[in-house]
Every structure is written in C-alpha cells, then in structure tokens.
C-alpha cells in the first residue's frame, strides 16, 4: 500500500547479522530481507512444473500400457487369420464354416491396428 511518503507496506523475510573484525568488536552489520511474495510465486510455479511433469509421465505410461496391449491384440489376431487361411481349404461345401471364416476376415477389416 502507497503513502503519501511513497512508502509501501512489503511482506518480506529479514536477517541481520553482527559484523565483527578480528578483535570480536562489532564494526557493523549484515542485512539480507527476502521479497516473500517473490518467493512463494516462485514455488508456486516450482509445483505447477511438478505437476505438468507428472501427468506427462502418466500420459506417457499409458501411451506405452495401450501400445502393449494393442501389439499383443494384433498377435492374437494374426494367430486367429493364419488359423482362418489354413481352414479355408477344407471347408469345401459347408457353407457355415465359410460363413464363418468370412466373418473372421471382416473383423479382421473391421478392426485394423
């Protein structure tokens, strides 16, 4: 808050320390003040990066979660079309095993990975 002075009020940390030459007499002192304000911004914005790391981490394990299963989905599948291409030949006449073969190709299409 501004005076008619010029003065403002500062929400600030102090620390004074005594100066003293070799002898121990005291010649002086020491003053260090801190801005808390500036402070506190600054571990606010500390934990703000914190926390955008940490959900990047966890976007980034469940990136690699989903690409897993998806990589084992796509194996089971292929072991499922391979078994699909050697059945066909033998299916000859029974139309509802090529019905259901031919179902097995279009969830194949129907669900590329």
Do not use: Y
Not at 58 to 74: C, P, R, S, Y
Request: proline letters at 3%; hydrophobic letters at 45%; aromatic letters at 4%.
């Amino acid at each position: 808050m501004a005076s008619a002075q010029g003065w403002r009020a500062v929400l600030a940390s102090v620390v004074i320390d005594c100066i003293r030459d070799e002898r121990g007499e005291l010649v002086g002192f020491a003053k260090i003040t801190r801005d808390i304000p500036n402070s506190m911004n600054a571990r606010r914005r500390l934990e703000e990066a914190r926390e955008q790391l940490f959900q990047a981490q966890k976007m980034e394990a469940i990136g690699q979660l989903t690409g897993g299963v998806a990589h084992d989905f796509n194996n089971l599948l292929t072991i499922i079309l391979g078994g699909a291409d050697m059945a066909e030949p033998l299916v000859r006449d029974n139309e509802k095993l090529k019905r259901l073969i031919g179902n097995m190709r279009h969830a194949q299409n129907a669900a590329p990975i």
